[in-house]
């Protein structure tokens, strides 16, 4: 072979290559069909299997004939309408850095306008949120970044020996601080945040979507002890930390005036405001803090399948562009 031939022949598998490699940053929706390219779908973005179950039960959700899923990194992303609007949805399978590496995929990999964020959590506030009612926080801190003090010091939100039992005093873990993070986004320098506030124009609509949403009380012939409803105007407050104990349910309560706690709701929210892209996020209570927790009959699932509901109506309200061969 000369070394023409070698030349044209090597700059054409480098033209081929790149093609495939630029395609492979697009849509993968927009591969399978001319009309499909380039349109925005919404993300839905949730947590468990008991979350997935809820989805599917409802029936609303229908598959791409052409591309139903798509698997990234371990994940699936699943592709197709609900309620008529056309989404991506993905289950992020709990913790902030799981839950912040699929949002972040999800962005990259395809068009999405905004990210709707549901599932479960615990009520740190029984006398406002109950097991199956529906949360939508105004703001949602992220309390799982701790600056640790030393023994002896004065400082710190959290003083351990408060919680000393039966008598208060010193203790050996001193005391911590809640740290800011940093929030990082486009043509902005860092900024130093504790509290992840929800997109303003959507949590406004979703008050007025979502107010008379009728909730389901009953699962498998068990009931809840009363009808569920939707709470507006409250915070969350999401770590790594899933929170059983009640002392420090209500020491967050107390401190940060938060009524739910979960284990990703910061992180989406984290991610989502530093691609600039508008969030909501929706909680379904599945236990209260120390007590117990009441498994998937009825409030584990109620708590899911009604923060889907809620999902559902509001995602059915943000209007959607169709395809151009519809």
Not at 143 to 160: M, P, Q, R
Not at 270 to 280: A, D, G, H, M, Y
Request: charged content about 15%.
């Amino acid at each position: 072979m000369s070394s023409v031939n070698l030349v044209v022949m090597v700059v054409g598998l480098l033209v081929l290559a790149q093609q495939s490699f630029q395609m492979s940053l697009r849509n993968p929706v927009a591969e399978t069909s001319n009309c499909k390219i380039d349109f925005t779908r919404l993300g839905l973005v949730l947590t468990s299997d008991t979350n997935e179950k809820a989805l599917q039960d409802s029936g609303l959700f229908t598959p791409d004939a052409e591309t139903p899923y798509v698997d990234i990194a371990g994940r699936r992303f699943h592709i197709g309408t609900l309620n008529a609007r056309y989404i991506v949805y993905v289950k992020i399978g709990g913790n902030s850095v799981n839950a912040a590496i699929a949002v972040q995929i999800l962005l990259n990999r395809f068009r999405i306008h905004g990210i709707i964020h549901f599932g479960s959590a615990g009520s740190l506030d029984k006398k406002s949120i109950v097991p199956g009612d529906v949360s939508v926080p105004l703001a949602v801190a992220f309390t799982g970044a701790w600056d640790w003090k030393k023994f002896g010091s004065a400082e710190g939100k959290l003083n351990f020996g408060e919680f000393n039992y039966p008598v208060n005093g010193e203790n050996l873990l001193a005391s911590v601080d809640y740290d800011t993070v940093k929030l990082f986004s486009k043509g902005h320098s860092p900024q130093d945040v504790f509290w992840f506030p929800s997109t303003t124009s959507w949590y406004s609509a979703a008050t007025q979507v979502l107010q008379d949403l009728e909730l389901r009380q009953c699962y498998d012939r068990a009931c809840l002890p009363s009808k569920p409803k939707i709470v507006f105007g409250t915070n969350g407050s999401s770590s790594d930390s899933y929170i059983k104990n009640k002392a420090y349910g209500d020491f967050l309560h107390k401190v940060f005036n938060v009524s739910t706690a979960d284990q990703e709701s910061a992180a989406v929210a984290w991610t989502s405001l530093s691609n600039e892209k508008p969030f909501i996020v929706i909680r379904g209570a599945s236990n209260v803090a120390g007590e117990a927790n009441p498994g998937l009959s009825p409030a584990g699932y109620l708590a899911s399948y009604n923060a889907f509901l809620a999902a559902a109506k509001f995602i059915e309200s943000i209007p959607t562009p169709r395809l151009a061969c519809e």
